[in-house]
């Protein structure tokens, strides 16, 4: 698994050595990057169920200014930490070893923002529901920010209140949809 884009473009990131971690896929985190575009520049990332940091390293490579990845599994965090090593970007990143929701918490309580959440859960589990109506999510999200769902094609979100769906693809068996933070547009 490598970097597409950027500054970090064509680094292979350290992946893991366990089934527990799904990275997303070169093609999918290519494609939605593009979508993406600009909107990652400058901006503050938040990735939940973070895994290898592939989406939230990615953004980093592209330009985003800081990201903060949450995974409750300790493999997980210890190649979160091993990456960030090899980036040598340790400034720019929070590596939190807690579950979605507990992570949530406690960025809201320390009243953290974010322009761009990720939330790629282990296909087939009931995780979006419970962090897409977390009421912590607002609270963390930007106004017009937006969040990021990947999830398996026959999962479907469902749009949590006070978000948008602005897109929608499948890509094989993976569904990514967008979702814009505040009212409608008119």
Not at 40 to 63: H, K, P
Not at 90 to 102: D, M, R, W
Not at 162 to 177: A, D, I, M, N, P
């Amino acid at each position: 698994m490598r970097i597409i884009a950027g500054r970090f473009k064509g680094v292979r990131l350290v992946s893991p050595r366990h089934k527990g971690v799904r990275p997303t896929a070169d093609r999918v985190r290519e494609a939605l990057f593009s979508t993406l575009g600009q909107a990652v520049i400058g901006s503050r990332i938040l990735d939940l169920f973070a895994g290898t940091g592939a989406l939230g390293f990615e953004a980093l490579s592209r330009g985003a200014q800081f990201a903060a990845f949450s995974d409750d599994d300790r493999q997980a965090v210890e190649l979160l930490r091993r990456n960030a090593e090899l980036l040598g970007i340790a400034e720019q990143v929070k590596i939190l070893s807690l579950n979605a929701l507990t992570a949530l918490k406690k960025l809201a309580e320390r009243h953290e923002k974010f322009g761009i959440v990720f939330v790629d859960p282990p296909y087939g589990s009931d995780w979006i529901g419970k962090v897409t109506f977390d009421p912590n999510l607002p609270t963390v999200i930007e106004p017009a920010g937006l969040l990021v769902i990947e999830t398996d094609s026959g999962n479907a979100p469902q749009a949590p209140p006070q978000f948008q769906k602005v897109f929608s693809r499948k890509y094989g068996g993976t569904l990514v949809e967008i979702f814009h933070f505040g009212p409608a547009s008119t």
